[in-house]
């Protein structure tokens, strides 16, 4: 997710522009997770999948329902113009041991830092 947001950041909603107001970043706690909401103008909803697409995140349309304590609990945050994340089905995280999803963690963290410091770079 953190490649995913900043890959829009950097190369479509650029810092210090107007469009940069365009992109928002909120992070609500919900089922004692933390939850990133990404609001971007719903125009650009093509551009938004396609990022996610080349991320290896699958887009699927509407909120995500968890299965609680108290039965089946639909995310707070809903409607048509609102979509969910996840690792495509076919991702290594799926079939990995801790070890290994750490290393994906920080080969992501490498990626995000890269993007920063050439977008840094040129400005």
Not at 104 to 109: C, G
């Amino acid at each position: 997710m953190r490649l995913y947001y900043t890959r829009l950041e950097r190369e479509h909603y650029l810092p210090e522009t107007p469009r940069s107001d365009l992109l928002k970043l909120s992070i609500i706690e919900w089922f004692g997770c933390e939850w990133l909401i990404i609001s971007a103008p719903r125009c650009d909803g093509h551009l938004l999948r396609k990022i996610a697409t080349e991320c290896g995140l699958e887009v699927v349309q509407g909120a995500l329902t968890i299965l609680g304590p108290e039965g089946l609990k639909q995310f707070p945050i809903n409607g048509d113009n609102v979509f969910s994340l996840f690792n495509v089905p076919d991702h290594p995280v799926h079939k990995s041991r801790p070890e290994e999803i750490k290393a994906m963690m920080d080969k992501e963290t490498f990626q995000v830092l890269a993007l920063r410091q050439r977008w840094e770079y040129r400005n």
